[in-house]
């Protein structure tokens, strides 16, 4: 099932989840509503050597010629068309989310576009996935993320796993990706699953 999805792509470190995330929808031909924080930009120059001084034209080079469309959204613009519940998406992805987006979301701050969207998909009932990355954890991370899973947000750390036996940074990513995708009731085929190989034996 095609439609719009919104995705958040924070300070926190793993700009690369963000960045295979938009564009294995866009491969699907999903349309990708793209947020990017100052800080999040800061990582994306830092973790992916991106040109950030050009973003239009490093946004077209990652994203553009795929299947679905994407569209980008500065993160100062609160009217856009996402900040309101009236525009239709499935849901939100913040891949990855920082612990101060986190805290903004939490509490309902809505001081920037992405935490006012965010706040939409609450408001609306609508899926709404936060990926963090963080560690340790102190006690109001903690309770931030108890008081969203409360409102039924799917808090999906970014954690990998290390069962399927992954050989490379790409097949880690992959996994946390494709655990993102069964959160959002898409089909993909990023990692292999448990059991898989003992069903086909």
Known sequence: MNGNWVIGITGASGAIYGVRLCQVLLTQGQDVHLIITEAGWRVLHDELDWNVSKRKETLEAHFGGLKGTYKFHPIADIGAS???????TRGMVVI????GTLSGIARAASDNLLERTADVMLKEGRTLILVPRETPLHAIHLE???TLSRMGV???????AFYNRPSSIDEMVDFLVGKVLDSMNIEHSLYRRWGENDEQS
């Open 144 to 146: 931030n993320m108890l």
């Open 82 to 88: 996402v900040a309101s519940g009236s525009f239709r």
């Open 154 to 160: 799917r808090m999906l750390p970014a954690m990998p």
């Open 96 to 99: 990855p989310c920082s612990m």
